[in-house]
Every structure is written in C-alpha cells, then in structure tokens.
C-alpha cells in the first residue's frame, strides 16, 4: 500500500518515511503543501499523513484540494498544534484522524493500519493479482496456487511494486527508491539478491514463470501469452 507523507520538519519526515518503510508501505515523502497537493491530485494513494503548519499551502488547504477533487483517501493529521480547534477544524474539512506531536511511531503505525483498513472496502481493491498468484494488502499475505507463502517486509514490497505496475519493466534505479529509499549504486547487488529471492519463492515451484529480467534495463512481471 502507498503512502504519502507533507511534512516539513526534515527529521519526523525522514523518521516517518523510513519506519513506514520497514514496516512495508510504500512512502512518498514532500516537504511543503503545494507539493503535497499536486501528489494527492495527480497520483494514487491509500492513505496520507499531512503536517498543519506547511510551508505553501497549510494542511487545511491541502486537504480541501483533495477532498474538494473528490479524493477519499484516508487522511491523519501530525501536527504540534492540540487545542481542541484545530482538531474540530481538521474532522469537519474531512480529516479521519488527529496525531499530536510528539509522538510514539508505535500508535502511529497502529493508526495507520486502523484507517486503511477501514478506508478500503472489502472488494478486490483489497488484493492485487497475476496469474493464480494472489498478493493481500491489509493482510500482508501472498498465495500462490492456494499456497500461503512468506515474504519479509522487504519482499512483500518488492512483489507490490511489481504487481502495481505490471507488465511494466522497472529499471534497478525505480526499484532501489521505492523499495529500498536509497539511489542506485551498480556496485551494489542487493536488487538481483532480492529479486533472486523472491523468485525462488513466487516462481520456482510454479508454472507459469512471472518474474522476468530484461537484460540491460531491469525487471519485469506479467503473465506470459501462453498461459
């Protein structure tokens, strides 16, 4: 699941981001409302975790523009400010929830899963499939073949990427700051590992083959014509 983050203090944001992470989101992190606006317009997400006091656009106005566009991602308030107000102001414009600063990351994190499971419906949004593999996004499980298969955090991110964008060739560079928040370094291997992983996992005992490399620019996953 994909979320994004509008918030300017450098070190929550960071801090944020890279617990979400680990926890196995995807994450998109912005610095300032105007930013943050443009992302929740122009891209699709599950949930976003706006800061009041942005830099642009404050998170009022932020969040009018996406409920205004007819967004209904789930939306949580961070913010330093907690008088009583605020909070009112932030639930009528359509907020979902309200975290006041500071924070423990782990009623956070239990905040985040609350709201997006009760922002999705239970319908196939839920799931994300190829082939007779079958990938659960609230319940972070994969089965293929009517087989339950266990992925770490970073794995499970790894197929998510692959499956949103499916059929897709994704070039290391996308893979390494999407699922791993780094920039590609070609000295690294820690891509054709994962991936190597994965395979052994998703597609070694399993017809037909869905993970695929394709040399010189990357890797791709899709259902291959003859199945």
């Known amino acids: ?9 450098s070190k ?13 989101y995807s994450v998109d992190l912005v610095r300032d409302g105007l930013d943050g606006l443009h992302h929740g317009l122009t891209e699709s997400f599950d949930l976003a975790i ?5 830099p642009g656009l404050d998170g009022w106005a932020v969040l009018q523009g ?38 423990a990351f782990s009623e956070l994190l239990a905040r985040v899963r609350t709201l997006l499971r009760r922002g999705t419906k239970a319908t196939a949004a839920e799931f994300l499939h190829a082939a007779d593999l079958e990938l659960d996004l609230l319940r972070r499980r994969v089965v293929r073949s009517g087989k339950r298969i266990d992925l770490t955090a970073k794995e499970f991110a790894l197929l998510e990427l692959l499956l949103r964008r499916q059929g897709e060739v994704l070039p290391r560079s996308l893979i390494a700051s999407q699922v791993w928040d780094m920039n590609f370094d070609s000295d690294t291997n820690v891509i054709e590992v994962a991936m190597r992983r994965l395979r052994v996992k998703i597609d070694d005992s399993f017809e037909p083959k869905l993970i695929r490399t394709v040399r010189g620019m990357g890797y791709v996953l899709e259902v291959p014509d003859c199945a």
């Open 1 to 9: 699941m994909k979320i994004l983050i509008v918030e300017d203090e």
């Open 12 to 24: 929550t944001g960071d801090y944020l981001k890279q617990g979400l992470i680990e926890a196995g």
């Open 50 to 54: 706006l800061d009041v006091m942005l």
């Open 66 to 103: 996406i409920r205004k566009a007819g967004k209904d991602m789930p939306v949580l308030f961070l913010t330093a400010r907690d008088h009583v107000d605020d909070r009112v102001k932030g639930l009528e414009l359509g907020a979902d929830d309200y975290l006041v600063k500071p924070f």
